[in-house]
């Protein structure tokens, strides 16, 4: 299985852009780059993917570098509600989703 | 819509009794549900994989008789903690692929077990 490396933690004042990286040097060609995140004590809420273009949704932009071995999850505006555990996961070739220890992320005001 | 219900959202249990936990897809059908355990500040770990009208698929080192799993139907997927211990206190999450086209998974809301 790939695997991904992440900082354990970050810190982005209010209103910033928070710029969570990763990296996923032993990545395939067909597996997808997944970001999700755990507020605490919830389940992990879903935040966007992608294969090897940039992906940009209503919460966050995803950027993939081109050789696709590392990418960061863009968070435009940070809020407080934005602090959470961030996880990076490269999804193995199987329906399993494996977390990794991802990146505890810390909006301050 | 892909909305996962999870219940209970927290149970406290006496050693040696068994506990439930439902998984429900509410508006879509889930023919696989994955079922996870998270300690307190670590990440969440893969317990075991649910297939309807099948027998579930247990990671490695997870005990199956201790950790049964029911998915009796498309839409329900059921976690039963048998003669619970204290060291079984945990938090317990579901998960269900949303859909085929964008590969996403939503999850419920977890349930805290709590054996005492």
């Known amino acids: 299985d790939a695997k991904t490396t992440q900082p354990t933690s970050m810190d982005c004042a209010e209103g910033r852009a928070a710029n969570l990286p990763c990296n996923h040097s032993?990545?395939?060609?067909?597996?997808?780059v997944y970001w999700y995140r755990q507020i605490h004590s919830q389940g992990p809420q879903y935040i966007i993917h992608?294969?090897?273009n940039n992906e940009t949704n209503e919460m966050a932009s995803l950027i993939i570098t081109e050789d696709r071995k590392s990418s960061t999850l863009i968070l435009p505006h940070a809020t407080l509600r934005d602090t959470a555990v961030y996880y990076c996961i490269v999804r193995p070739n199987t329906d399993k989703l494996i977390f990794g220890t991802g990146t505890r992320l810390q909006v301050f005001p | 819509g892909a909305v996962v219900s999870q219940h209970p959202s927290w149970v406290i249990c006496k050693s040696g009794t068994s506990v439930k936990i439902e998984c429900r897809s509410l508006?879509?059908?889930?023919?696989?549900m994955f079922w996870y355990r998270q300690f307190p500040k670590q990440s969440l770990m893969l317990m075991a994989t649910s297939n309807e009208g099948s027998k579930a698929t247990y990671e490695q080192g997870v005990e199956k008789d201790k950790f049964l799993i029911n998915h009796a139907s498309l839409t329900l997927s059921t976690l039963t903690v048998t003669s619970a211990h204290p060291e079984d206190s945990s938090f317990y999450i579901c998960s269900a692929p949303r859909d085929r086209a964008n590969y996403g998974y939503t999850f419920g809301s977890g349930t805290r077990l709590t054996v005492v």
């Open positions: 508006d879509f059908q889930a023919t696989t």
């Open positions: 992608g294969l090897k």
């Open positions: 032993t990545i395939s060609g067909n597996e997808y």
